[in-house]
Nanobody, 127 residues
C-alpha cells in the first residue's frame, strides 16, 4: 500500500525557515516523480516544486531562490527546505507521487496531477 506522510509544518515568523518531510512507503522515492503542492484558503492549488526520478527539478517562480526540493533515498523521504518564508507562503502543503502521464494540469490540480497524495501539513507564516 502506498502511503505519504508529511511532517515539519508549523508556525514561523516571516524570514524564518522550515523543512517539510514526506516519508513514503509502498514504493521507492528515487523511482518516482514527486512533488510538493500547496493550497491556501480560498485559493487555487499550486505546484510548488517537482523532483523527477531522473533528477530534474522544477521550482515555481514564487519560491525560486528561497525553497529547495531534495530526497534522501536511504530514508525514502522527500524534503522541501523553505527559507526566507513570506506570509504568502501560508498554506497547507501536500506531498504527491506518481505523476500523471498526461502531465501537470493548467492550472495545477491537487487531485489529478499525481496518483498519490499525503494528508497535508499546515505552514503558517506570521508577518
Amino acid at each position: 500500500e502506498v502511503q505519504l506522510v508529511e511532517s515539519g509544518g508549523g508556525s514561523v515568523p516571516a524570514g524564518g525557515s522550515l523543512r517539510l518531510s514526506c516519508t513514503a512507503s509502498g514504493f521507492t522515492v528515487a523511482d518516482q516523480d514527486m512533488g510538493w503542492y500547496r493550497q491556501a484558503p480560498g485559493k487555487e492549488c499550486e505546484l510548488v516544486s517537482e523532483l523527477n526520478s531522473d533528477g530534474r527539478i522544477h521550482l515555481d517562480y514564487s519560491v525560486q531562490g528561497r525553497f529547495a526540493i531534495s530526497r534522501d533515498n536511504a530514508e525514502n523521504t522527500l524534503f522541501l527546505q523553505m527559507n526566507r518564508v513570506l506570509p504568502e507562503d501560508t498554506a497547507v502543503y501536500f506531498c504527491a507521487a506518481d505523476r500523471n502521464p498526461s502531465g501537470i494540469a493548467n492550472p495545477p490540480n491537487c487531485k489529478i496531477d499525481f496518483g498519490y497524495w499525503g494528508q497535508g501539513t499546515q505552514v503558517t507564516v506570521s508577518s
